[in-house]
């Protein structure tokens, strides 16, 4: 059997999860239609998915369509939760991004098309709730055009719009000549010959451009009333394409991770090639922060095969439950290396907060909870404030409640939350060094040299036989940690750091000296390099009435942000560039007085500038490794040398 897989995309209150309900509804797969008001639906299955009415982690389900098994991931529509967008991108083979009649082109819609387009991910677009009361058809496949891509494919009618007895009437193929002409030397001649084009013809251009990325087939419908979704699923089984080729080996990749009846993880993988099965001794790999690719092996001990729970055996193009994969994380690869190294299409979490016990209790306990789910979830970084608190990164403020519901129901811990800070990041400005001999208070040697350079990256100047592997293994291992705090505390990026000078005592030194003394001479070789400190934007868009250009563009410039580009679109102008993340309240605030109220604004997170004037610095929690004095008092009331204070 032929299998698809495939992610249901939207902004938040779209209708996805229910348009997920009636999917399964009309193939047969369940015999009641849950409902998100009430918490009834397949895949918000968590208690605050349920109460709040919003998808968080992605679900797995699968129907059947024709001869094909689509296994449909339900992703998050609340721009929070970014990274589980991110994961499903990873394994997907095509995509619904699902829009609302009534709201229409969403900011969060934007970027969603934006990325999918990016990707070349084969996309349809549904239109859902035309059924509603402010329903629109014509007008919003305008502003599809305008705000997400002209390269849209009607595949039907809308009839009786905005009423209850709204329909969908599929069929016909008006307006496809032009679109498919864009990508078609044949179609293009007959296009500009005025030449009529068969329907197979059309059908068959559509199927191999919708495949590419090229087009997106539009539908329209209502996951209520159910019209429009047999047209859907048809599109679905004949114009999306079937998961490639299997692989000659086995390889999967992790996109999701729960906790079973026991609390084991429970790790959702998709497929490529091989076979995995019950039983089988398996090597799963990771890329560490440093870029190199780690990786351990276990066994597997139960395999549930989405879709055919009966399977021996998880194969290519299926999504299965793995089961006896204790030191699994999301983005890790199971059976191979090969393809292991992901581009992120979304940016890193930018906002950072205190984690504080609201029930007295022990802050270790808060803390190690924490970094559990961190082990599962590469995206979410914890670490210990200089007061001793925790502090987690986040994409926004939904995520604290998400958080904090996973403490109370898995750790029984009440936590509350400090106000958010932006996260900035420092990249050094020139070449530093720095060294520390043997004998001078660190049982060790380590010299260090740091040079602008591309990420992080990690290069030895010493002969690798030089020190022990456990410690050359400390002193990469710390760099990398040591990094996360910069010299005005913020994470270094686009930095290469070579371990130019080692050396130890045999058998006094230990690996804990290595970690001890690596972050004094690191962040003294930082000092002597230089670092600027870099705060986080957002790329905006703003669509304006022509008469209110001059005023918005000089209060942009005014806040700070940079106009890249100005462009007429019809009887408005979009203006386009990059503004500070601390300005884009400040500037949507303004936009609807500037334009009578008729300017649309969004922006997405999107690179960094560098900080105008006095940088920001952010509370250190390593002892401050600059200053030697403070450091080494703050390691021996850590407790953190094996030396038995022989410092």
Not at 426 to 442: D, K, L, S, Y
Request: with cysteine; net charge neutral.
């Amino acid at each position: 059997m032929h299998t698809v897989n495939i992610g249901i995309l939207a902004h938040v209150d779209a209708g996805k999860t229910s348009l997920t309900e009636r999917l399964l509804f009309d193939t047969g797969v369940i015999d009641r239609l849950g409902s998100v008001d009430s918490g009834t639906t397949q895949t918000d299955t968590g208690e605050i998915e349920r109460r709040r009415g919003i998808t968080i982690r992605s679900a797995v389900t699968a129907f059947r369509v024709g001869d094909r098994q689509v296994n449909l991931i339900d992703t998050p529509g609340h721009r929070d939760f970014m990274a589980e967008v991110e994961r499903a991108l990873g394994v997907l083979d095509g995509a619904v991004l699902v829009l609302s009649a009534v709201e229409g082109v969403q900011p969060h819609t934007r970027l969603l098309m934006r990325t999918c387009r990016a990707l070349r991910l084969p996309t349809l677009l549904f239109v859902n709730k035309i059924d509603r009361g402010g329903a629109r058809s014509a007008e919003l496949l305008a502003d599809i055009r305008r705000l997400l891509t002209p390269a849209v494919v009607p595949l039907g009618t809308v009839r009786s719009q905005g009423t209850p007895s709204a329909r969908f009437a599929s069929g016909g193929t008006d307006g496809w000549l032009p679109v498919l002409a864009e990508h078609d030397d044949a179609l293009l001649d007959a296009f500009v010959s005025d030449r009529a084009v068969p329907t197979a013809a059309l059908r068959a251009a559509l199927r191999d451009q919708t495949a590419a990325g090229l087009v997106h087939p539009l539908l329209f419908g209502s996951a209520l009333s159910g019209t429009g979704v047999p047209a859907l699923l048809d599109a679905i089984g004949d114009l999306l394409p079937a998961a490639p080729p299997a692989e000659p080996d086995p390889r999967a990749r992790v996109f999701a991770i729960t906790r079973g009846p026991g609390g084991a993880k429970v790790a959702y993988a998709r497929s490529y090639g091989g076979a995995l099965a019950a039983r089988q001794r398996v090597a799963v790999y990771r890329t560490a922060a440093d870029g190199r690719v780690e990786s351990h092996r276990a066994q597997l001990t139960a395999v549930s095969v989405v879709g055919d729970p009966a399977a021996p055996a998880l194969t290519a193009g299926y999504i299965a439950a793995l089961h006896g994969l204790p030191g699994v994380r999301i983005g890790d690869q199971v059976g191979s290396a090969a393809g292991l190294v992901v581009d992120a299409h979304f940016p890193r979490p930018s906002l950072e907060t205190v984690v504080r016990r609201g029930d007295g209790g022990d802050a270790s306990a808060l803390h190690a909870a924490l970094l559990r789910m961190a082990d599962e979830d590469p995206l979410i970084h914890t670490s210990v404030t200089a007061s001793g608190e925790s502090s987690v990164r986040l994409y926004g403020e939904v995520q604290k409640e998400v958080i904090a519901t996973t403490l109370a129901d898995a750790f029984g811990i009440t936590a509350e939350f400090a106000p958010s800070q932006l996260v900035h990041l420092e990249r050094p400005t020139g070449v530093g060094a720095a060294c520390e001999i043997i004998g001078n208070g660190f049982f060790g040697t380590v010299g260090l040299r740091v040079a602008p350079g591309t990420g992080i990256e990690y290069d030895l100047a010493v002969e690798l036989g030089s020190l022990p592997p456990a410690y050359h293994k400390a002193i990469e291992e710390t760099v990398v940690q040591a990094l996360e705090q910069g010299l005005c505390g913020w994470p270094v990026t686009d930095v290469r750091v070579t371990l130019t000078h080692s050396g130890y005592w045999s058998p006094i030194t230990t690996a804990g000296d290595f970690r001890d003394l690596t972050p004094h001479v690191l962040l003294r070789a930082l000092a002597a390099a230089g670092t600027r400190v870099y705060e986080p934007c957002h790329h905006f868009e703003a669509d304006i009435p022509a008469a209110s250009l001059g005023p918005v563009t000089g209060t942009l410039a005014h806040l700070g942000g940079r106009v890249d580009e100005t462009l007429p679109t019809g009887e408005t102008w979009r203006v386009s560039g990059s503004i500070p993340a601390r300005l884009v309240a400040e500037a949507q605030r303004r936009l609807p007085n500037l334009t009578n109220g008729e300017g649309l604004w969004t922006s997405t997170p999107a690179g960094d500038r560098p900080v105008e004037g006095r940088p920001p610095r952010r509370a250190r929690t390593d002892g401050n490794p600059l200053d030697r004095s403070e450091y080494t008092r703050w390691l021996a009331q850590r407790g953190l040398t094996t030396s038995g204070g022989r410092r």
